[in-house]
């Protein structure tokens, strides 16, 4: 009898650690993991905005962007000038090669700013930082990977080559902002040159009874020294720009750093918390920091007085979309001397709302007469059902009637009035999309849906046959369910410059890298030139009125459906995310006051992603090591950049990746709570056995 009962009990534990390795086998990570080659030191991050100067509706939105980009000998204007810069840099480029000497920018922005103005309660902030790129040469040079030698995580210091971010200038906008948009596609213009990147500030002035929409457009990559700079650091003094630390303690250094800022435009210390009430001062407009470097900008103003909903910049056009109006979406060009205002189609009735699950998209075009090609995302929820719909709008020539053509269309079961969602089910349901374009690729992903959505814009001509039918080609891919979490939910998005590789992060910063090229080689895999064109000249000019349509059949897939590449998880995964609420009810699904909150003592959550693409013949000239840079490859060296709201910096090596050898313990550690219940029951029936042994 008591050979049974041990038996028993050997065969309990014995289930019980089975069916630990069961689960942890299926949950096995069969995606190889990159790799973390570097992360920012606590120490060289930025201080967080003091919430007593943000609006309660605020929302900040952040991009990390390269200053500069290198030149192209095969397509940038072959100057000696051109010449003798590419012959320095190591030749040729492909396009979005980063300029490391010019190092890398971090643009924030607060969309309200409570401010001291009696007129203007509130306003918006936008602060733009910039870092040296120094790092990453030495760290390719010498080969000190961080996590692929020294374990995930490893930091670098400044004394090593990092330095902290260098505020270059801020720049307080007369009204809230209601809206925001980064023009990064970069198309080439017909003399060859790139289009510049832009950023398109959408904000509103209330005066009296009106209200008035005006749009900021900073340029991004023309940052100059403003005429009144050398002038005011002179009046300030050298030793100024040391004693600025001072201001928080020494009421005279205080009033000589808010008389710098709103007088001289000369920025205080943003270190310290005395900096928000500077920005705050009735007088401040914006300054320019020690670098004396700012973004040129110009302010348009939009026509009539409804309120703008939806927003979007493309090279030289707005567009945007207006309450209760009776056309569905206004296009603005914006020519050297003039404005030309296009209207969109007409609405059968006003147009009373479009929810925040819809965006506006200008795509590449090429047609003859001027024509336009507009891609709407729509969603909706109608009783008991989520609609969600692709539609390309196109008028034939500039200032005719519009064509529009329903592309795709979802449909998700959400139960009656709400009723049988959760919180957070709500929250994917009314989230707005993610959305991201570069070059001639345009990516949308829906949360409620779970798809990516990427349109191409592209070129065919029958064999033989002059004419060129442009087409818009949208494919569909639902990114596989892959992580050991029950909710991972995206909340960043990038593209890189050639529209091949496309990364996403989770609220638990997770990373995931996909790309739609054929081969397993990494190598090939980064090499994008193979494959796209926007690197050259445009093809052809179509010579077809009307663009078409490419969609696969259900179930199809082909080159250009994204492939699951790469993986990252933290060495702990960020449990302590949640979401602030207002009211949650079924007549009030969506409160406005949702906020995505994570505690400070615990690692940061990505803000943004970015594509980072180097020479690394420039790094090793960078890192002053003659025989690298003589024996350089000549592919260039991709890495996965991701920031931070307080400003720190991780990046991934794309051409560095491993899989994970350990099976069980990231899976008990990950899910410590189960393996505790299950531990307590295999326990209680053990003790329960030992008791008749």
């Given at each position: 009898?008591?050979?049974?009962?041990?038996?028993?009990?050997?065969?309990?534990?014995?289930?019980?650690?089975?069916y630990?390795?069961?689960?942890?086998?299926?949950?096995?990570?069969?995606?190889?993991t990159?790799?973390?080659?570097?992360?920012?030191?606590?120490?060289?991050?930025?201080?967080?905005?003091?919430?007593?100067?943000?609006g309660?509706?605020?929302?900040d939105?952040?991009?990390?962007?390269?200053?500069?980009?290198?030149p192209?000998?095969?397509?940038?204007?072959?100057t000696?000038?051109?010449?003798?810069?590419?012959?320095?840099?190591?030749?040729?480029?492909?396009?979005?090669?980063?300029?490391?000497?010019?190092?890398?920018?971090?643009?924030?922005?607060?969309?309200?700013?409570?401010?001291?103005?009696?007129?203007?309660?509130?306003?918006?902030l936008?602060?733009?930082?910039?870092?040296?790129?120094?790092?990453?040469?030495?760290?390719?040079?010498?080969g000190?990977?961080?996590?692929?030698?020294q374990?995930?995580?490893?930091r670098?210091?400044?004394?090593?080559?990092?330095?902290?971010?260098?505020?270059?200038?801020?720049?307080?906008?007369?009204?809230?902002?209601?809206?925001?948009?980064?023009?990064?596609?970069?198309?080439?213009?017909?003399?060859?040159?790139y289009?510049?990147?832009?950023?398109?500030?959408?904000?509103?002035m209330?005066?009296?009874?009106?209200?008035?929409?005006?749009?900021?457009?900073?340029?991004?990559?023309?940052?100059?020294?403003?005429?009144?700079?050398?002038?005011?650091?002179?009046?300030?003094?050298?030793?100024?720009?040391?004693?600025?630390?001072?201001?928080?303690?020494?009421?005279?250094?205080?009033?000589?750093?808010?008389?710098?800022?709103?007088?001289?435009?000369?920025?205080?210390d943003?270190?310290?918390r005395?900096?928000?009430?500077?920005?705050?001062?009735?007088?401040?407009?914006?300054?320019?920091?020690?670098?004396?470097?700012?973004?040129?900008?110009v302010?348009?103003?939009?026509p009539g007085?409804l309120?703008?909903?939806?927003?979007?910049?493309?090279?030289?056009?707005?567009?945007?979309?207006?309450?209760?109006?009776?056309?569905?979406?206004?296009?603005?060009?914006?020519?050297?001397?003039?404005?030309?205002?296009?209207?969109?189609?007409?609405?059968?009735?006003?147009?009373?709302?479009?929810?925040?699950?819809?965006?506006?998209?200008?795509?590449?075009?090429?047609?003859?007469?001027?024509?336009?090609?507009?891609?709407?995302?729509?969603?909706?929820?109608?009783?008991?059902?989520?609609?969600?719909?692709?539609?390309l709008?196109?008028?034939?020539?500039?200032?005719?009637?519009?064509?529009?053509?329903?592309?795709?269309?979802?449909?998700l079961?959400v139960?009656?009035?709400?009723?049988?969602?959760?919180?957070?089910?709500l929250?994917?349901?009314?989230?707005?999309?993610?959305?991201?374009?570069a070059?001639?690729?345009?990516?949308?992903?829906?949360?409620?849906?779970?798809?990516?959505?990427?349109?191409?814009?592209?070129?065919?001509?029958?064999?033989?046959?002059?004419?060129?039918?442009?087409?818009?080609?949208?494919?569909?891919?639902?990114?596989?369910?892959?992580?050991?979490?029950?909710?991972?939910?995206?909340?960043?998005?990038?593209?890189?410059?050639?529209?091949?590789?496309?990364?996403?992060?989770?609220?638990?910063?997770?990373?995931?890298?996909f790309?739609?090229?054929?081969?397993?080689?990494?190598?090939r895999?980064?090499?994008?030139?193979?494959?796209?064109?926007?690197s050259r000249?445009?093809?052809w000019?179509?010579?077809?009125?009307?663009?078409s349509?490419?969609?696969?059949?259900?179930?199809?897939?082909?080159?250009?459906?994204w492939?699951?590449?790469?993986?990252?998880?933290?060495?702990?995964?960020l449990?302590?995310?949640?979401w602030?609420?207002?009211?949650?009810?079924?007549?009030?699904?969506?409160?406005?006051?949702?906020?995505?909150?994570?505690?400070?003592?615990?690692?940061?959550?990505?803000?943004?992603?970015?594509?980072?693409?180097?020479?690394?013949?420039?790094?090793?000239?960078?890192?002053?090591?003659?025989?690298?840079?003589?024996?350089?490859p000549?592919?260039?060296?991709v890495?996965?950049?991701?920031?931070?709201?307080?400003?720190?910096?991780?990046?991934?090596?794309?051409?560095?990746?491993?899989?994970?050898?350990?099976i069980?313990?990231?899976?008990?550690?990950?899910?410590?709570?189960?393996?505790?219940?299950?531990?307590?029951?295999?326990?209680?029936?053990?003790?329960?056995?030992?008791?008749?042994?």
């Amino acid at each position: 009898m008591r050979y049974v009962l041990r038996t028993r009990q050997a065969v309990l534990v014995a289930v019980g650690t089975a069916y630990v390795f069961v689960l942890a086998w299926f949950n096995r990570q069969p995606i190889p993991t990159t790799t973390l080659v570097h992360e920012t030191d606590s120490g060289l991050t930025l201080r967080e905005t003091n919430t007593d100067f943000l609006g309660a509706q605020n929302r900040d939105a952040h991009w990390l962007e390269p200053a500069k980009f290198l030149p192209n000998v095969d397509t940038d204007t072959n100057t000696d000038a051109v010449a003798e810069d590419n012959a320095e840099a190591g030749g040729k480029h492909p396009p979005g090669t980063v300029d490391v000497d010019a190092g890398v920018l971090y643009i924030r922005l607060h969309t309200e700013y409570v401010t001291m103005r009696p007129e203007e309660p509130l306003g918006g902030l936008l602060k733009v930082y910039r870092k040296s790129l120094r790092f990453v040469a030495n760290d390719q040079a010498t080969g000190d990977w961080g996590g692929a030698q020294q374990g995930e995580g490893a930091r670098r210091s400044e004394e090593e080559g990092e330095s902290a971010w260098e505020l270059l200038f801020a720049d307080r906008l007369p009204g809230p902002i209601k809206n925001y948009h980064l023009d990064r596609t970069r198309l080439r213009n017909a003399d060859g040159s790139y289009a510049p990147r832009r950023l398109a500030v959408l904000y509103y002035m209330p005066r009296n009874e009106s209200v008035s929409y005006r749009a900021r457009i900073y340029d991004v990559e023309s940052l100059h020294r403003p005429e009144f700079f050398d002038s005011a650091a002179a009046q300030m003094g050298e030793q100024w720009w040391e004693q600025r630390t001072r201001a928080a303690k020494e009421p005279e250094v205080a009033l000589q750093a808010i008389r710098a800022a709103t007088e001289l435009g000369l920025c205080p210390d943003d270190s310290i918390r005395f900096a928000d009430t500077v920005y705050a001062n009735s007088q401040f407009a914006r300054c320019v920091g020690r670098a004396g470097l700012a973004m040129r900008s110009v302010d348009v103003a939009l026509p009539g007085s409804l309120e703008v909903m939806e927003f979007s910049l493309r090279g030289s056009t707005l567009l945007y979309s207006r309450l209760n109006d009776v056309v569905r979406f206004r296009v603005l060009e914006l020519e050297r001397d003039r404005e030309v205002a296009t209207a969109g189609p007409a609405v059968g009735e006003l147009l009373r709302s479009v929810g925040r699950q819809s965006f506006l998209a200008q795509l590449a075009s090429t047609r003859p007469g001027g024509g336009i090609d507009v891609f709407l995302a729509q969603g909706a929820t109608v009783s008991d059902t989520f609609y969600f719909s692709f539609f390309l709008l196109q008028n034939k020539t500039a200032g005719r009637a519009w064509v529009d053509e329903n592309v795709k269309r979802y449909r998700l079961t959400v139960h009656q009035q709400f009723s049988g969602l959760s919180r957070d089910e709500l929250r994917l349901v009314n989230d707005p999309p993610l959305v991201d374009q570069a070059g001639l690729t345009s990516v949308f992903y829906f949360k409620a849906t779970d798809v990516i959505v990427a349109v191409d814009t592209e070129w065919f001509r029958d064999h033989g046959s002059p004419n060129v039918t442009q087409l818009q080609r949208v494919r569909e891919s639902r990114p596989p369910y892959i992580s050991t979490l029950n909710s991972p939910v995206a909340v960043n998005m990038t593209l890189d410059e050639s529209g091949a590789l496309l990364a996403m992060s989770t609220i638990n910063d997770e990373l995931f890298v996909f790309s739609r090229a054929h081969t397993s080689s990494s190598k090939r895999l980064l090499d994008y030139r193979h494959y796209f064109r926007a690197s050259r000249l445009l093809p052809w000019r179509a010579t077809e009125p009307a663009s078409s349509v490419d969609v696969l059949a259900e179930g199809e897939t082909d080159s250009f459906n994204w492939q699951l590449k790469l993986t990252w998880q933290p060495p702990t995964l960020l449990s302590v995310v949640h979401w602030e609420d207002g009211f949650v009810s079924p007549d009030n699904p969506f409160p406005s006051t949702q906020r995505f909150i994570a505690r400070a003592q615990h690692q940061a959550t990505t803000t943004c992603l970015r594509f980072l693409n180097f020479d690394p013949a420039q790094l090793a000239r960078a890192a002053s090591d003659d025989r690298a840079y003589a024996a350089a490859p000549r592919p260039a060296v991709v890495r996965v950049a991701a920031l931070s709201a307080a400003g720190r910096l991780r990046m991934w090596e794309l051409d560095s990746h491993r899989r994970n050898p350990h099976i069980l313990w990231p899976f008990v550690t990950e899910h410590w709570g189960l393996m505790f219940m299950l531990a307590a029951v295999v326990s209680c029936c053990v003790y329960n056995e030992r008791r008749w042994d």
